[in-house]
């Protein structure tokens, strides 16, 4: 096993040359290395990328209606079950579970993590 100090230099070694990829190419890059080195051959395509995980068309009922989507985005600060609620207070049958209210929340706060 390498030392902490030989961790870091690998380490150093593999962003550099991971240098001036995009996210989404890097991770293309290192999915190919790591089927490789499992023993698997690399595919031409990863099955799924970072980009193609955040920009993938939305299930959640939160993101497919526009009216839903503001008044969560309005509430974002407060607790799920009250978002829940005041969703079914105004949309009655249209308003999403605390489930879907709780996973569009989530979402958001990832895609701000990344700067998107």
């Known amino acids: 096993m390498l030392s902490k100090p030989e961790m870091n230099q690998r380490h150093l070694l593999v962003l550099t040359a991971l240098g001036g990829l995009s996210q989404g190419e890097a991770m293309a890059v290192l999915g190919g290395v790591m089927q490789e080195l499992a023993g698997q ?6 099955r799924s990328t970072t980009e193609e995980l955040i920009t993938r ?19 974002s600060r407060e607790p799920v079950g009250r978002i829940a609620e005041e969703c ?29």
């Open 57 to 75: 068309r939305s299930r959640l009922k939160v993101e497919k209606d526009p009216e839903i989507r503001d008044l969560v985005h309005s509430l």
């Open 88 to 116: 079914k207070a105004r949309f009655g049958d249209r308003a999403p579970s605390k489930s879907a209210i709780y996973s569009y929340i989530k979402r958001l706060e990832r895609r701000r993590t990344i700067g998107e």
């Open 41 to 46: 051959p690399a595919s031409e395509k990863p």
